[in-house]
């Protein structure tokens, strides 16, 4: 009996504190918790009314509605913890994960226009809006819960993406560098703020980005394969494969680094180390036709036609399109007219879709620089032609040169012996006057 009369006193006076929290706030979210209490209390009620006493589940049961929960309600009250707040949360949350993004919305618009203190309601609503495509009310959610909440780097590095998905591509950047600042062991903002540097072509201040990124993460292989690509594209050559070696060195399977190894070797005339590192990105399904090309590059250079006309027509029979680049290459001339891959136009099988969307996943998990690699390859490969071309151009001139000098020299010749030749004759023909003259003298005398 004493037990009853302690607990309903109790229950009824934090019933009163809640009621007047609700009158007090002007609040609804508390009259769920009036309804929970009254349940616990009605058990109670039952159990004086019929003289009987409740198992231990409906006790437990009876305790945990009408005293403990109102009891953690007041404390976290207490601290300054707004449980309206949290329950609106917890709702939208559940019904966001049930697919119901309206009702969801509806309730944290509700609870942020009573509550605008809200950063995690604010969140909330952010990550909400993003999911359903409207970029720019997720943008001024992220704004306001950073106005609550000025530490909060992720939703700085969120307003960044959704910037640059907008197009305004300068202002993420300006974001992002203020984000690095205060942040600069944020990798993730490193990374994208080196790529749209990359985009616009500043490629000196990316290399400063990747470089003071490196400082938190010294053994990351996608920065130093970002630093590589940034070299390249600064004409800056032996930085670059300083960088994709080390990129390399730690991730075996970095066959983009590999290949642009191979591609810088090349620039160098270093055709035996070329050819090691294409053989190695041969394993890369996406590098593997260039590959092949770039050694049959390499053996047709060196006058071994065989083996130049097998990997020639195993990277035509993988990309129909290196049919079209190997016509114009002087280097095949000799063994064009062998080509004997018949070019299939056909679309891409069925089968290759599930390839396609595994890769589309693994590039967004990378932070390597996507848009600039295939670019970074194409420039290495213009770079290699054109030193081809002027390589080749100084030797027609160096020829042209020296066939001159010998000309030249044949010509002088001639005409010096033709200068001898009339001086001899003249020579004679003075002496011969002389020694007429002389005779002539001695017949008068």
């Known amino acids: 009996m004493l037990e009853n009369t302690i607990f309903s006193l109790l229950a009824f006076s934090l019933f ?49 509605l009408a005293i403990i929960l109102p009891i953690i309600i007041v404390f976290l009250e207490w601290k300054d913890i707004n449980f309206s707040e949290i329950l609106s949360i917890a709702l939208a949350k559940f019904l966001f994960l049930l697919g119901d993004k309206k009702s969801a919305k509806s309730i944290l618009s509700k609870m942020v226009e009573k509550y605008p203190d809200s950063y995690y309601g604010h969140k909330l609503l952010a990550i909400i809006y993003e999911k359903e495509g409207g970029m720019r009310k997720a943008i001024d959610e992220y704004v306001t819960a950073i106005d609550i909440k000025k530490n909060d780097y992720n939703s700085y590095f969120k307003i960044s993406e959704l910037l640059r998905d907008l197009g305004k591509k300068s202002e993420a950047i300006e974001m992002l560098e203020r984000l690095v600042r205060n942040k600069p062991d944020m990798y993730e903002a490193s990374c994208l703020l080196g790529d749209l540097l990359c985009e616009q072509e500043r490629f000196k201040e990316a290399a400063n980005v990747y470089e003071n990124a490196l400082k938190f993460r010294p053994a990351d292989f996608e920065l130093y394969y970002n630093l590589g690509i940034v070299y390249t594209r600064l004409n800056d050559f032996q930085m670059a494969k300083d960088m994709y070696e080390r990129a390399a060195s730690i991730n075996h399977k970095l066959w983009g680094a590999k290949y642009s190894l191979g591609q810088l070797a090349l620039i160098e005339k270093e055709y035996n180390l070329a050819e090691q590192y294409f053989k190695e990105s041969l394993y890369d ?161």
């Open 16 to 64: 009163i504190i809640i009621f007047f929290k609700i009158i007090k706030k002007d609040d609804t979210n508390y009259i769920i918790l009036l309804v929970l209490q009254s349940l616990g209390i009605a058990i109670s009620f039952f159990e004086i009314r019929l003289g009987i006493e409740a198992n231990l589940f409906f006790k437990i049961f009876k305790y945990i």
């Open 285 to 445: 399904k996406d590098l593997e036709a260039m590959s092949y090309y770039q050694l049959a590059r390499i053996y047709a250079r060196r006058g071994e036609k065989d083996k130049a006309l097998e990997f020639l027509n195993k990277s035509i029979e993988l990309d129909h399109r290196l049919l079209k680049k190997a016509s114009k290459e002087k280097v095949f001339n000799e063994i064009r007219e062998l080509i004997t891959v018949s070019v299939k136009m056909d679309d891409e099988p069925k089968d290759r879709e599930k390839e396609i969307k595994e890769e589309v996943e693994e590039l967004e998990k990378s932070h390597i620089l996507i848009t600039q690699e295939k670019a970074t390859q194409e420039y290495l490969e213009e770079t290699n032609s054109l030193i081809e071309d002027i390589s080749e151009n100084t030797t027609k001139q160096k020829t042209i040169e020296r066939v001159s000098y010998i000309i030249n020299q044949e010509r002088l010749k001639k005409l010096k012996e033709k200068d001898e030749y009339e001086e001899m004759i003249n020579a004679i023909d003075d002496e011969g006057i002389e020694r007429i003259k002389q005779d002539d003298d001695e017949d008068q005398n």
